[in-house]
């Protein structure tokens, strides 16, 4: 089978486990059928399909993994992804894919590489944090920073915090305000993810950030970043649109002249920072 | 130098011998009164003096609801092994011509989509030259497109024939029995400044930032869609999924979508990226004049003046080349 065909007809899946993470937030991990593997850079995204429901861009949460698995954090919001959180471990679902660029990976190289992830950005930056920790001695310093809006939607919160004993990776996790019992999280702060940059003093050109979230998180953290000394071709932001065919055809995600799945969805800030409606 | 010449009193064997080819389409007058593309039985079914379609010959390609894939709990998804139909489409202006063209170069291009080239391949296009009204603007130098399979170009008493694709030259060996020979005739040159206008524009990359213009148009505009539903070279669609009662299969759909429609901009959540009016024109405007991706830089407008023909608040998207234009002064 020729790589268009891979990319227009979804391959065949099962649902191997599915971890509930939050009320509305679960990561499914997925089973590709036969001897298959997926290969894949962080922040590139897949088709999934439910059968019946439809299909749904989704950026995968892991790494490749060498026995064909691969794993997706998915949010109960629409019709497809309301499907996919009533099936159960060994239903079928369908994956197409990988589409887009992904993080350039390579440039971080030497650099001090900031993660600044909001709500369900997380997941594709947990791709690019475990491909980063796994090739730790390439970049100079790593910092996740994490916010999200309640302590009890803040996910991957063990696994973050146990990353972070190694060494290897400095955590900063905040909530934008506390859950109604109003108990402290330890080792969590208050406020908007911005105001954990308030301070922060990078070297222009060793250093660069990956940002993914929700829409107002790039408006508000971009000058930030930018007083903080990332320069603008080292901030990768990676943006969120309704992809519905993943090759360039549906024209449904276009910033600009620059199509989203193909060209994106990870651009530098100096790429998209004059197209009005980027951001 | 010699031409080939199809008489008038002939054409009815022509379109006989088309059918050799597929099921023939061409463009008729439906009892509404409405010039459309539709099957033709006899010569009278044509009405060859059309100006334009409602409906460009898109739907010939993109029908406006395809299944794209089918689902089966043994099989997965799999294409639909339904052949397309075999079609001659006769009468097919340049501008539509250009049309198709630009959908090969969509559809066709590094990632060619299945669906779109079994329809391509099973259809062969028959061009007719055409006259010219206030609407259209098309260029000269494009009168006999080459991806027109056979073009005829009007004349008096018949139509001079060529032939521009390989399956083109085959077939008009096939037709010499009914062909006669003339001394060629040159085309009519087409003045076309608001072509060169729009190009200029595409090759400048300009958007008419601080034209007033924009507000204007979206003041009146009704986001009814009838601009991109009725333009050549508008493809965007929507993907939907249909299960079955039986909960053991499925079958995927896309159909025509329309970047004036508030919902064309929205991802999961609700958040919209083109909530207003405004955003979605400059939207349009963007993937029509200066082009997306792969063709950013390659404008899709063809001049056939079907937008400005239908839209029911007389927007006029080329009235922006207009402005301060220095090319044609």
């Known amino acids: 089978m020729s790589a268009p065909e891979l990319n227009s007809i979804p391959i065949s899946a099962r649902i191997q486990t599915i971890r509930r993470l939050t009320a509305d937030t679960a990561l499914f991990r997925l089973q590709l059928d036969g001897d298959r593997t997926f290969p894949f850079i962080p922040g590139q995204f897949v088709q999934l399909s439910v059968p019946g429901g439809g299909e749904v861009p989704i950026s995968p949460a892991d790494l490749p993994a060498v026995d064909g698995t691969i794993e997706l954090c998915v949010r109960r919001f629409g019709h497809v992804t309301s499907l996919l959180h009533r099936s159960r471990t060994g239903d079928r679902v369908g994956i197409r894919g990988p589409f887009g660029n992904g993080f350039p990976v390579d440039a971080m190289a030497g650099k001090d590489v900031l993660l600044l992830a909001g709500g369900l950005g997380i997941a594709p930056l947990r791709s690019l944090l475990f491909h980063l920790l796994r090739h730790r001695s390439d970049i100079r310093s790593l910092t996740l920073m994490y916010g999200a809006r309640e302590p009890a939607v803040m996910l991957f919160k063990d696994e973050l915090l146990e990353l972070a004993t190694t060494g290897s990776l400095r955590l900063l996790l905040t909530v934008d305000f506390l859950s109604d019992t109003g ?97 | 130098m010699k031409q080939r010449f199809l008489a008038d009193n002939a054409l009815g064997q022509f379109l006989d011998w088309l059918t050799h080819y597929g099921v023939l389409h ?135 024939v060529s032939a521009e694709t390989t399956r083109g030259k085959g077939m008009l060996a096939g037709l010499e029995p009914l062909l006669t020979e003339i001394e060629a005739i040159p085309p009519p040159p087409v003045e076309s400044r608001m ?44 993907v939907l999924e249909h299960g079955a009662l039986d909960g053991m299969t499925a079958e995927r759909l896309r159909e025509w979508d329309n970047c004036l429609f508030r919902a064309h901009g929205e991802v999961a959540g609700g958040h919209n990226f083109r909530p207003t009016r405004r955003e979605r024109f400059l939207y349009r405007y963007l993937h029509k004049y200066l082009g997306f991706g792969a063709l950013a830089g390659v404008p899709a407008c063809v001049g056939c003046g079907r ?21 044609c002064a």
């Not at chain 1, 050109?205 to 998180?217: D, E, F, M, T």
């Not at chain 2, 190009?199 to 204007?216: I, K």
Request: glycine fraction near 8%.
């Open chain 2, 26 to 160: 061409g463009p008729t007058r439906t009892a509404e009164g409405v010039d459309a593309f539709g099957p033709v039985q006899t010569e009278s079914d044509l009405c060859l003096d059309y100006r334009r379609t409602l409906i460009p010959p898109k739907k010939y390609l993109l029908p406006p609801r395809q299944t794209i894939l089918n689902y089966t709990t043994a099989a997965g998804y799999t294409l639909p092994d339904r052949p397309a139909p075999q079609q001659v489409l006769f009468g097919v202006h340049s501008c539509d011509l250009q049309g198709i063209a630009y959908l090969d170069r969509v559809f066709l291009g590094d990632r060619p989509d299945q669906l779109y080239r079994r329809y391509r391949n099973a259809l062969t296009l028959v061009g007719l030259s055409c006259e010219p009204d206030p609407f259209c603007f098309c260029a000269s130098s494009e009168k006999a497109p080459r991806n027109a399979d056979l073009f005829l170009q009007r004349l008096e008493h018949g139509f001079i």
């Open chain 2, 307 to 327: 937008c400005r023909v239908v839209c029911p608040v007389a927007i006029d998207l080329t009235e922006l080349f207009a402005e301060g234009d220095d090319v």
């Open chain 1, 183 to 279: 108990q402290a999280e330890p080792a969590c702060n208050v406020g908007l993810l911005p105001a954990l940059l308030k301070g922060v003093q990078l070297e222009p050109g060793r250093s660069c950030a990956a940002v993914c979230g929700p829409p107002a998180l790039y408006r508000c953290t971009i000058d930030e970043l930018l007083l903080a000394g990332v320069a603008e071709d080292d901030i990768y932001l990676s943006l969120e649109r309704r992809m519905k065919c993943g090759v360039g055809l549906c024209c449904h995600c276009a910033v600009g002249q620059l199509l989203c799945c193909c060209e994106g969805p990870v651009f530098s800030y100096r790429d998209i920072k004059n197209i009005p409606g980027a951001l």
């Open chain 2, 195 to 238: 072509m060169i206008r729009l190009r200029n524009a595409a090759e400048r990359g300009s958007t008419f930032p601080d034209s007033p213009l924009w507000e204007n148009f979206a003041a009146r505009c009704l986001s009814c869609g009838a601009c991109s539903v009725c333009c050549p070279t508008c493809y965007c669609f929507d």
